[in-house]
């Protein structure tokens, strides 16, 4: 069974940074596309970032050029750098992965799911 913990959210003011990071459990991580999503209160999940088995990555509009996810198959994690941040990216936070090679947009293509850390953005 493959199991996702993220760890790095937190309070920043506009204009700062924070790093989320995700360990995957289990020995699928390589083959593995990876994803975040954030949900905020009264809206539905969205994607935010991916990143394949081959390292492809693809942004949501909202966040190309501010963020910056990554994965490290030695530690089996996957990173979502966040640089100024705005406090519409206030949200909670969940790393996701499919059994399939390549990343997808989709929230109901992936197979597990953390369990989410709040990311909160004053201004």
């Known amino acids: 069974q493959v199991q996702l913990v993220e760890s790095g959210g937190g309070l920043v003011q506009a204009g700062g940074s924070l790093r989320l990071s995700c360990a995957v459990s289990g020995d699928r991580f390589t083959s593995m596309g990876l994803a975040w999503f954030r949900q905020s209160p009264g809206k539905e999940r969205e994607f935010v970032a991916g990143?394949?088995?081959?390292?492809?990555?693809g942004y949501a509009d909202s966040v190309k050029g501010r963020f910056t996810i990554s994965r490290d198959s030695a530690e089996n994690t996957v990173d979502l750098q966040m640089n100024s941040l705005k406090p519409e990216d206030t949200s909670i936070y969940y790393c996701?992965?499919?059994?399939?090679?390549?990343?997808?947009?989709?929230?109901?293509?992936?197979?597990?799911w953390g369990q989410g850390a709040q990311v909160t953005v004053s201004s």
């Open positions: 996701a992965a499919r059994r399939l090679a390549f990343y997808s947009t989709v929230e109901s293509q992936y197979d597990f």
């Open positions: 990143i394949s088995r081959g390292l492809a990555t």
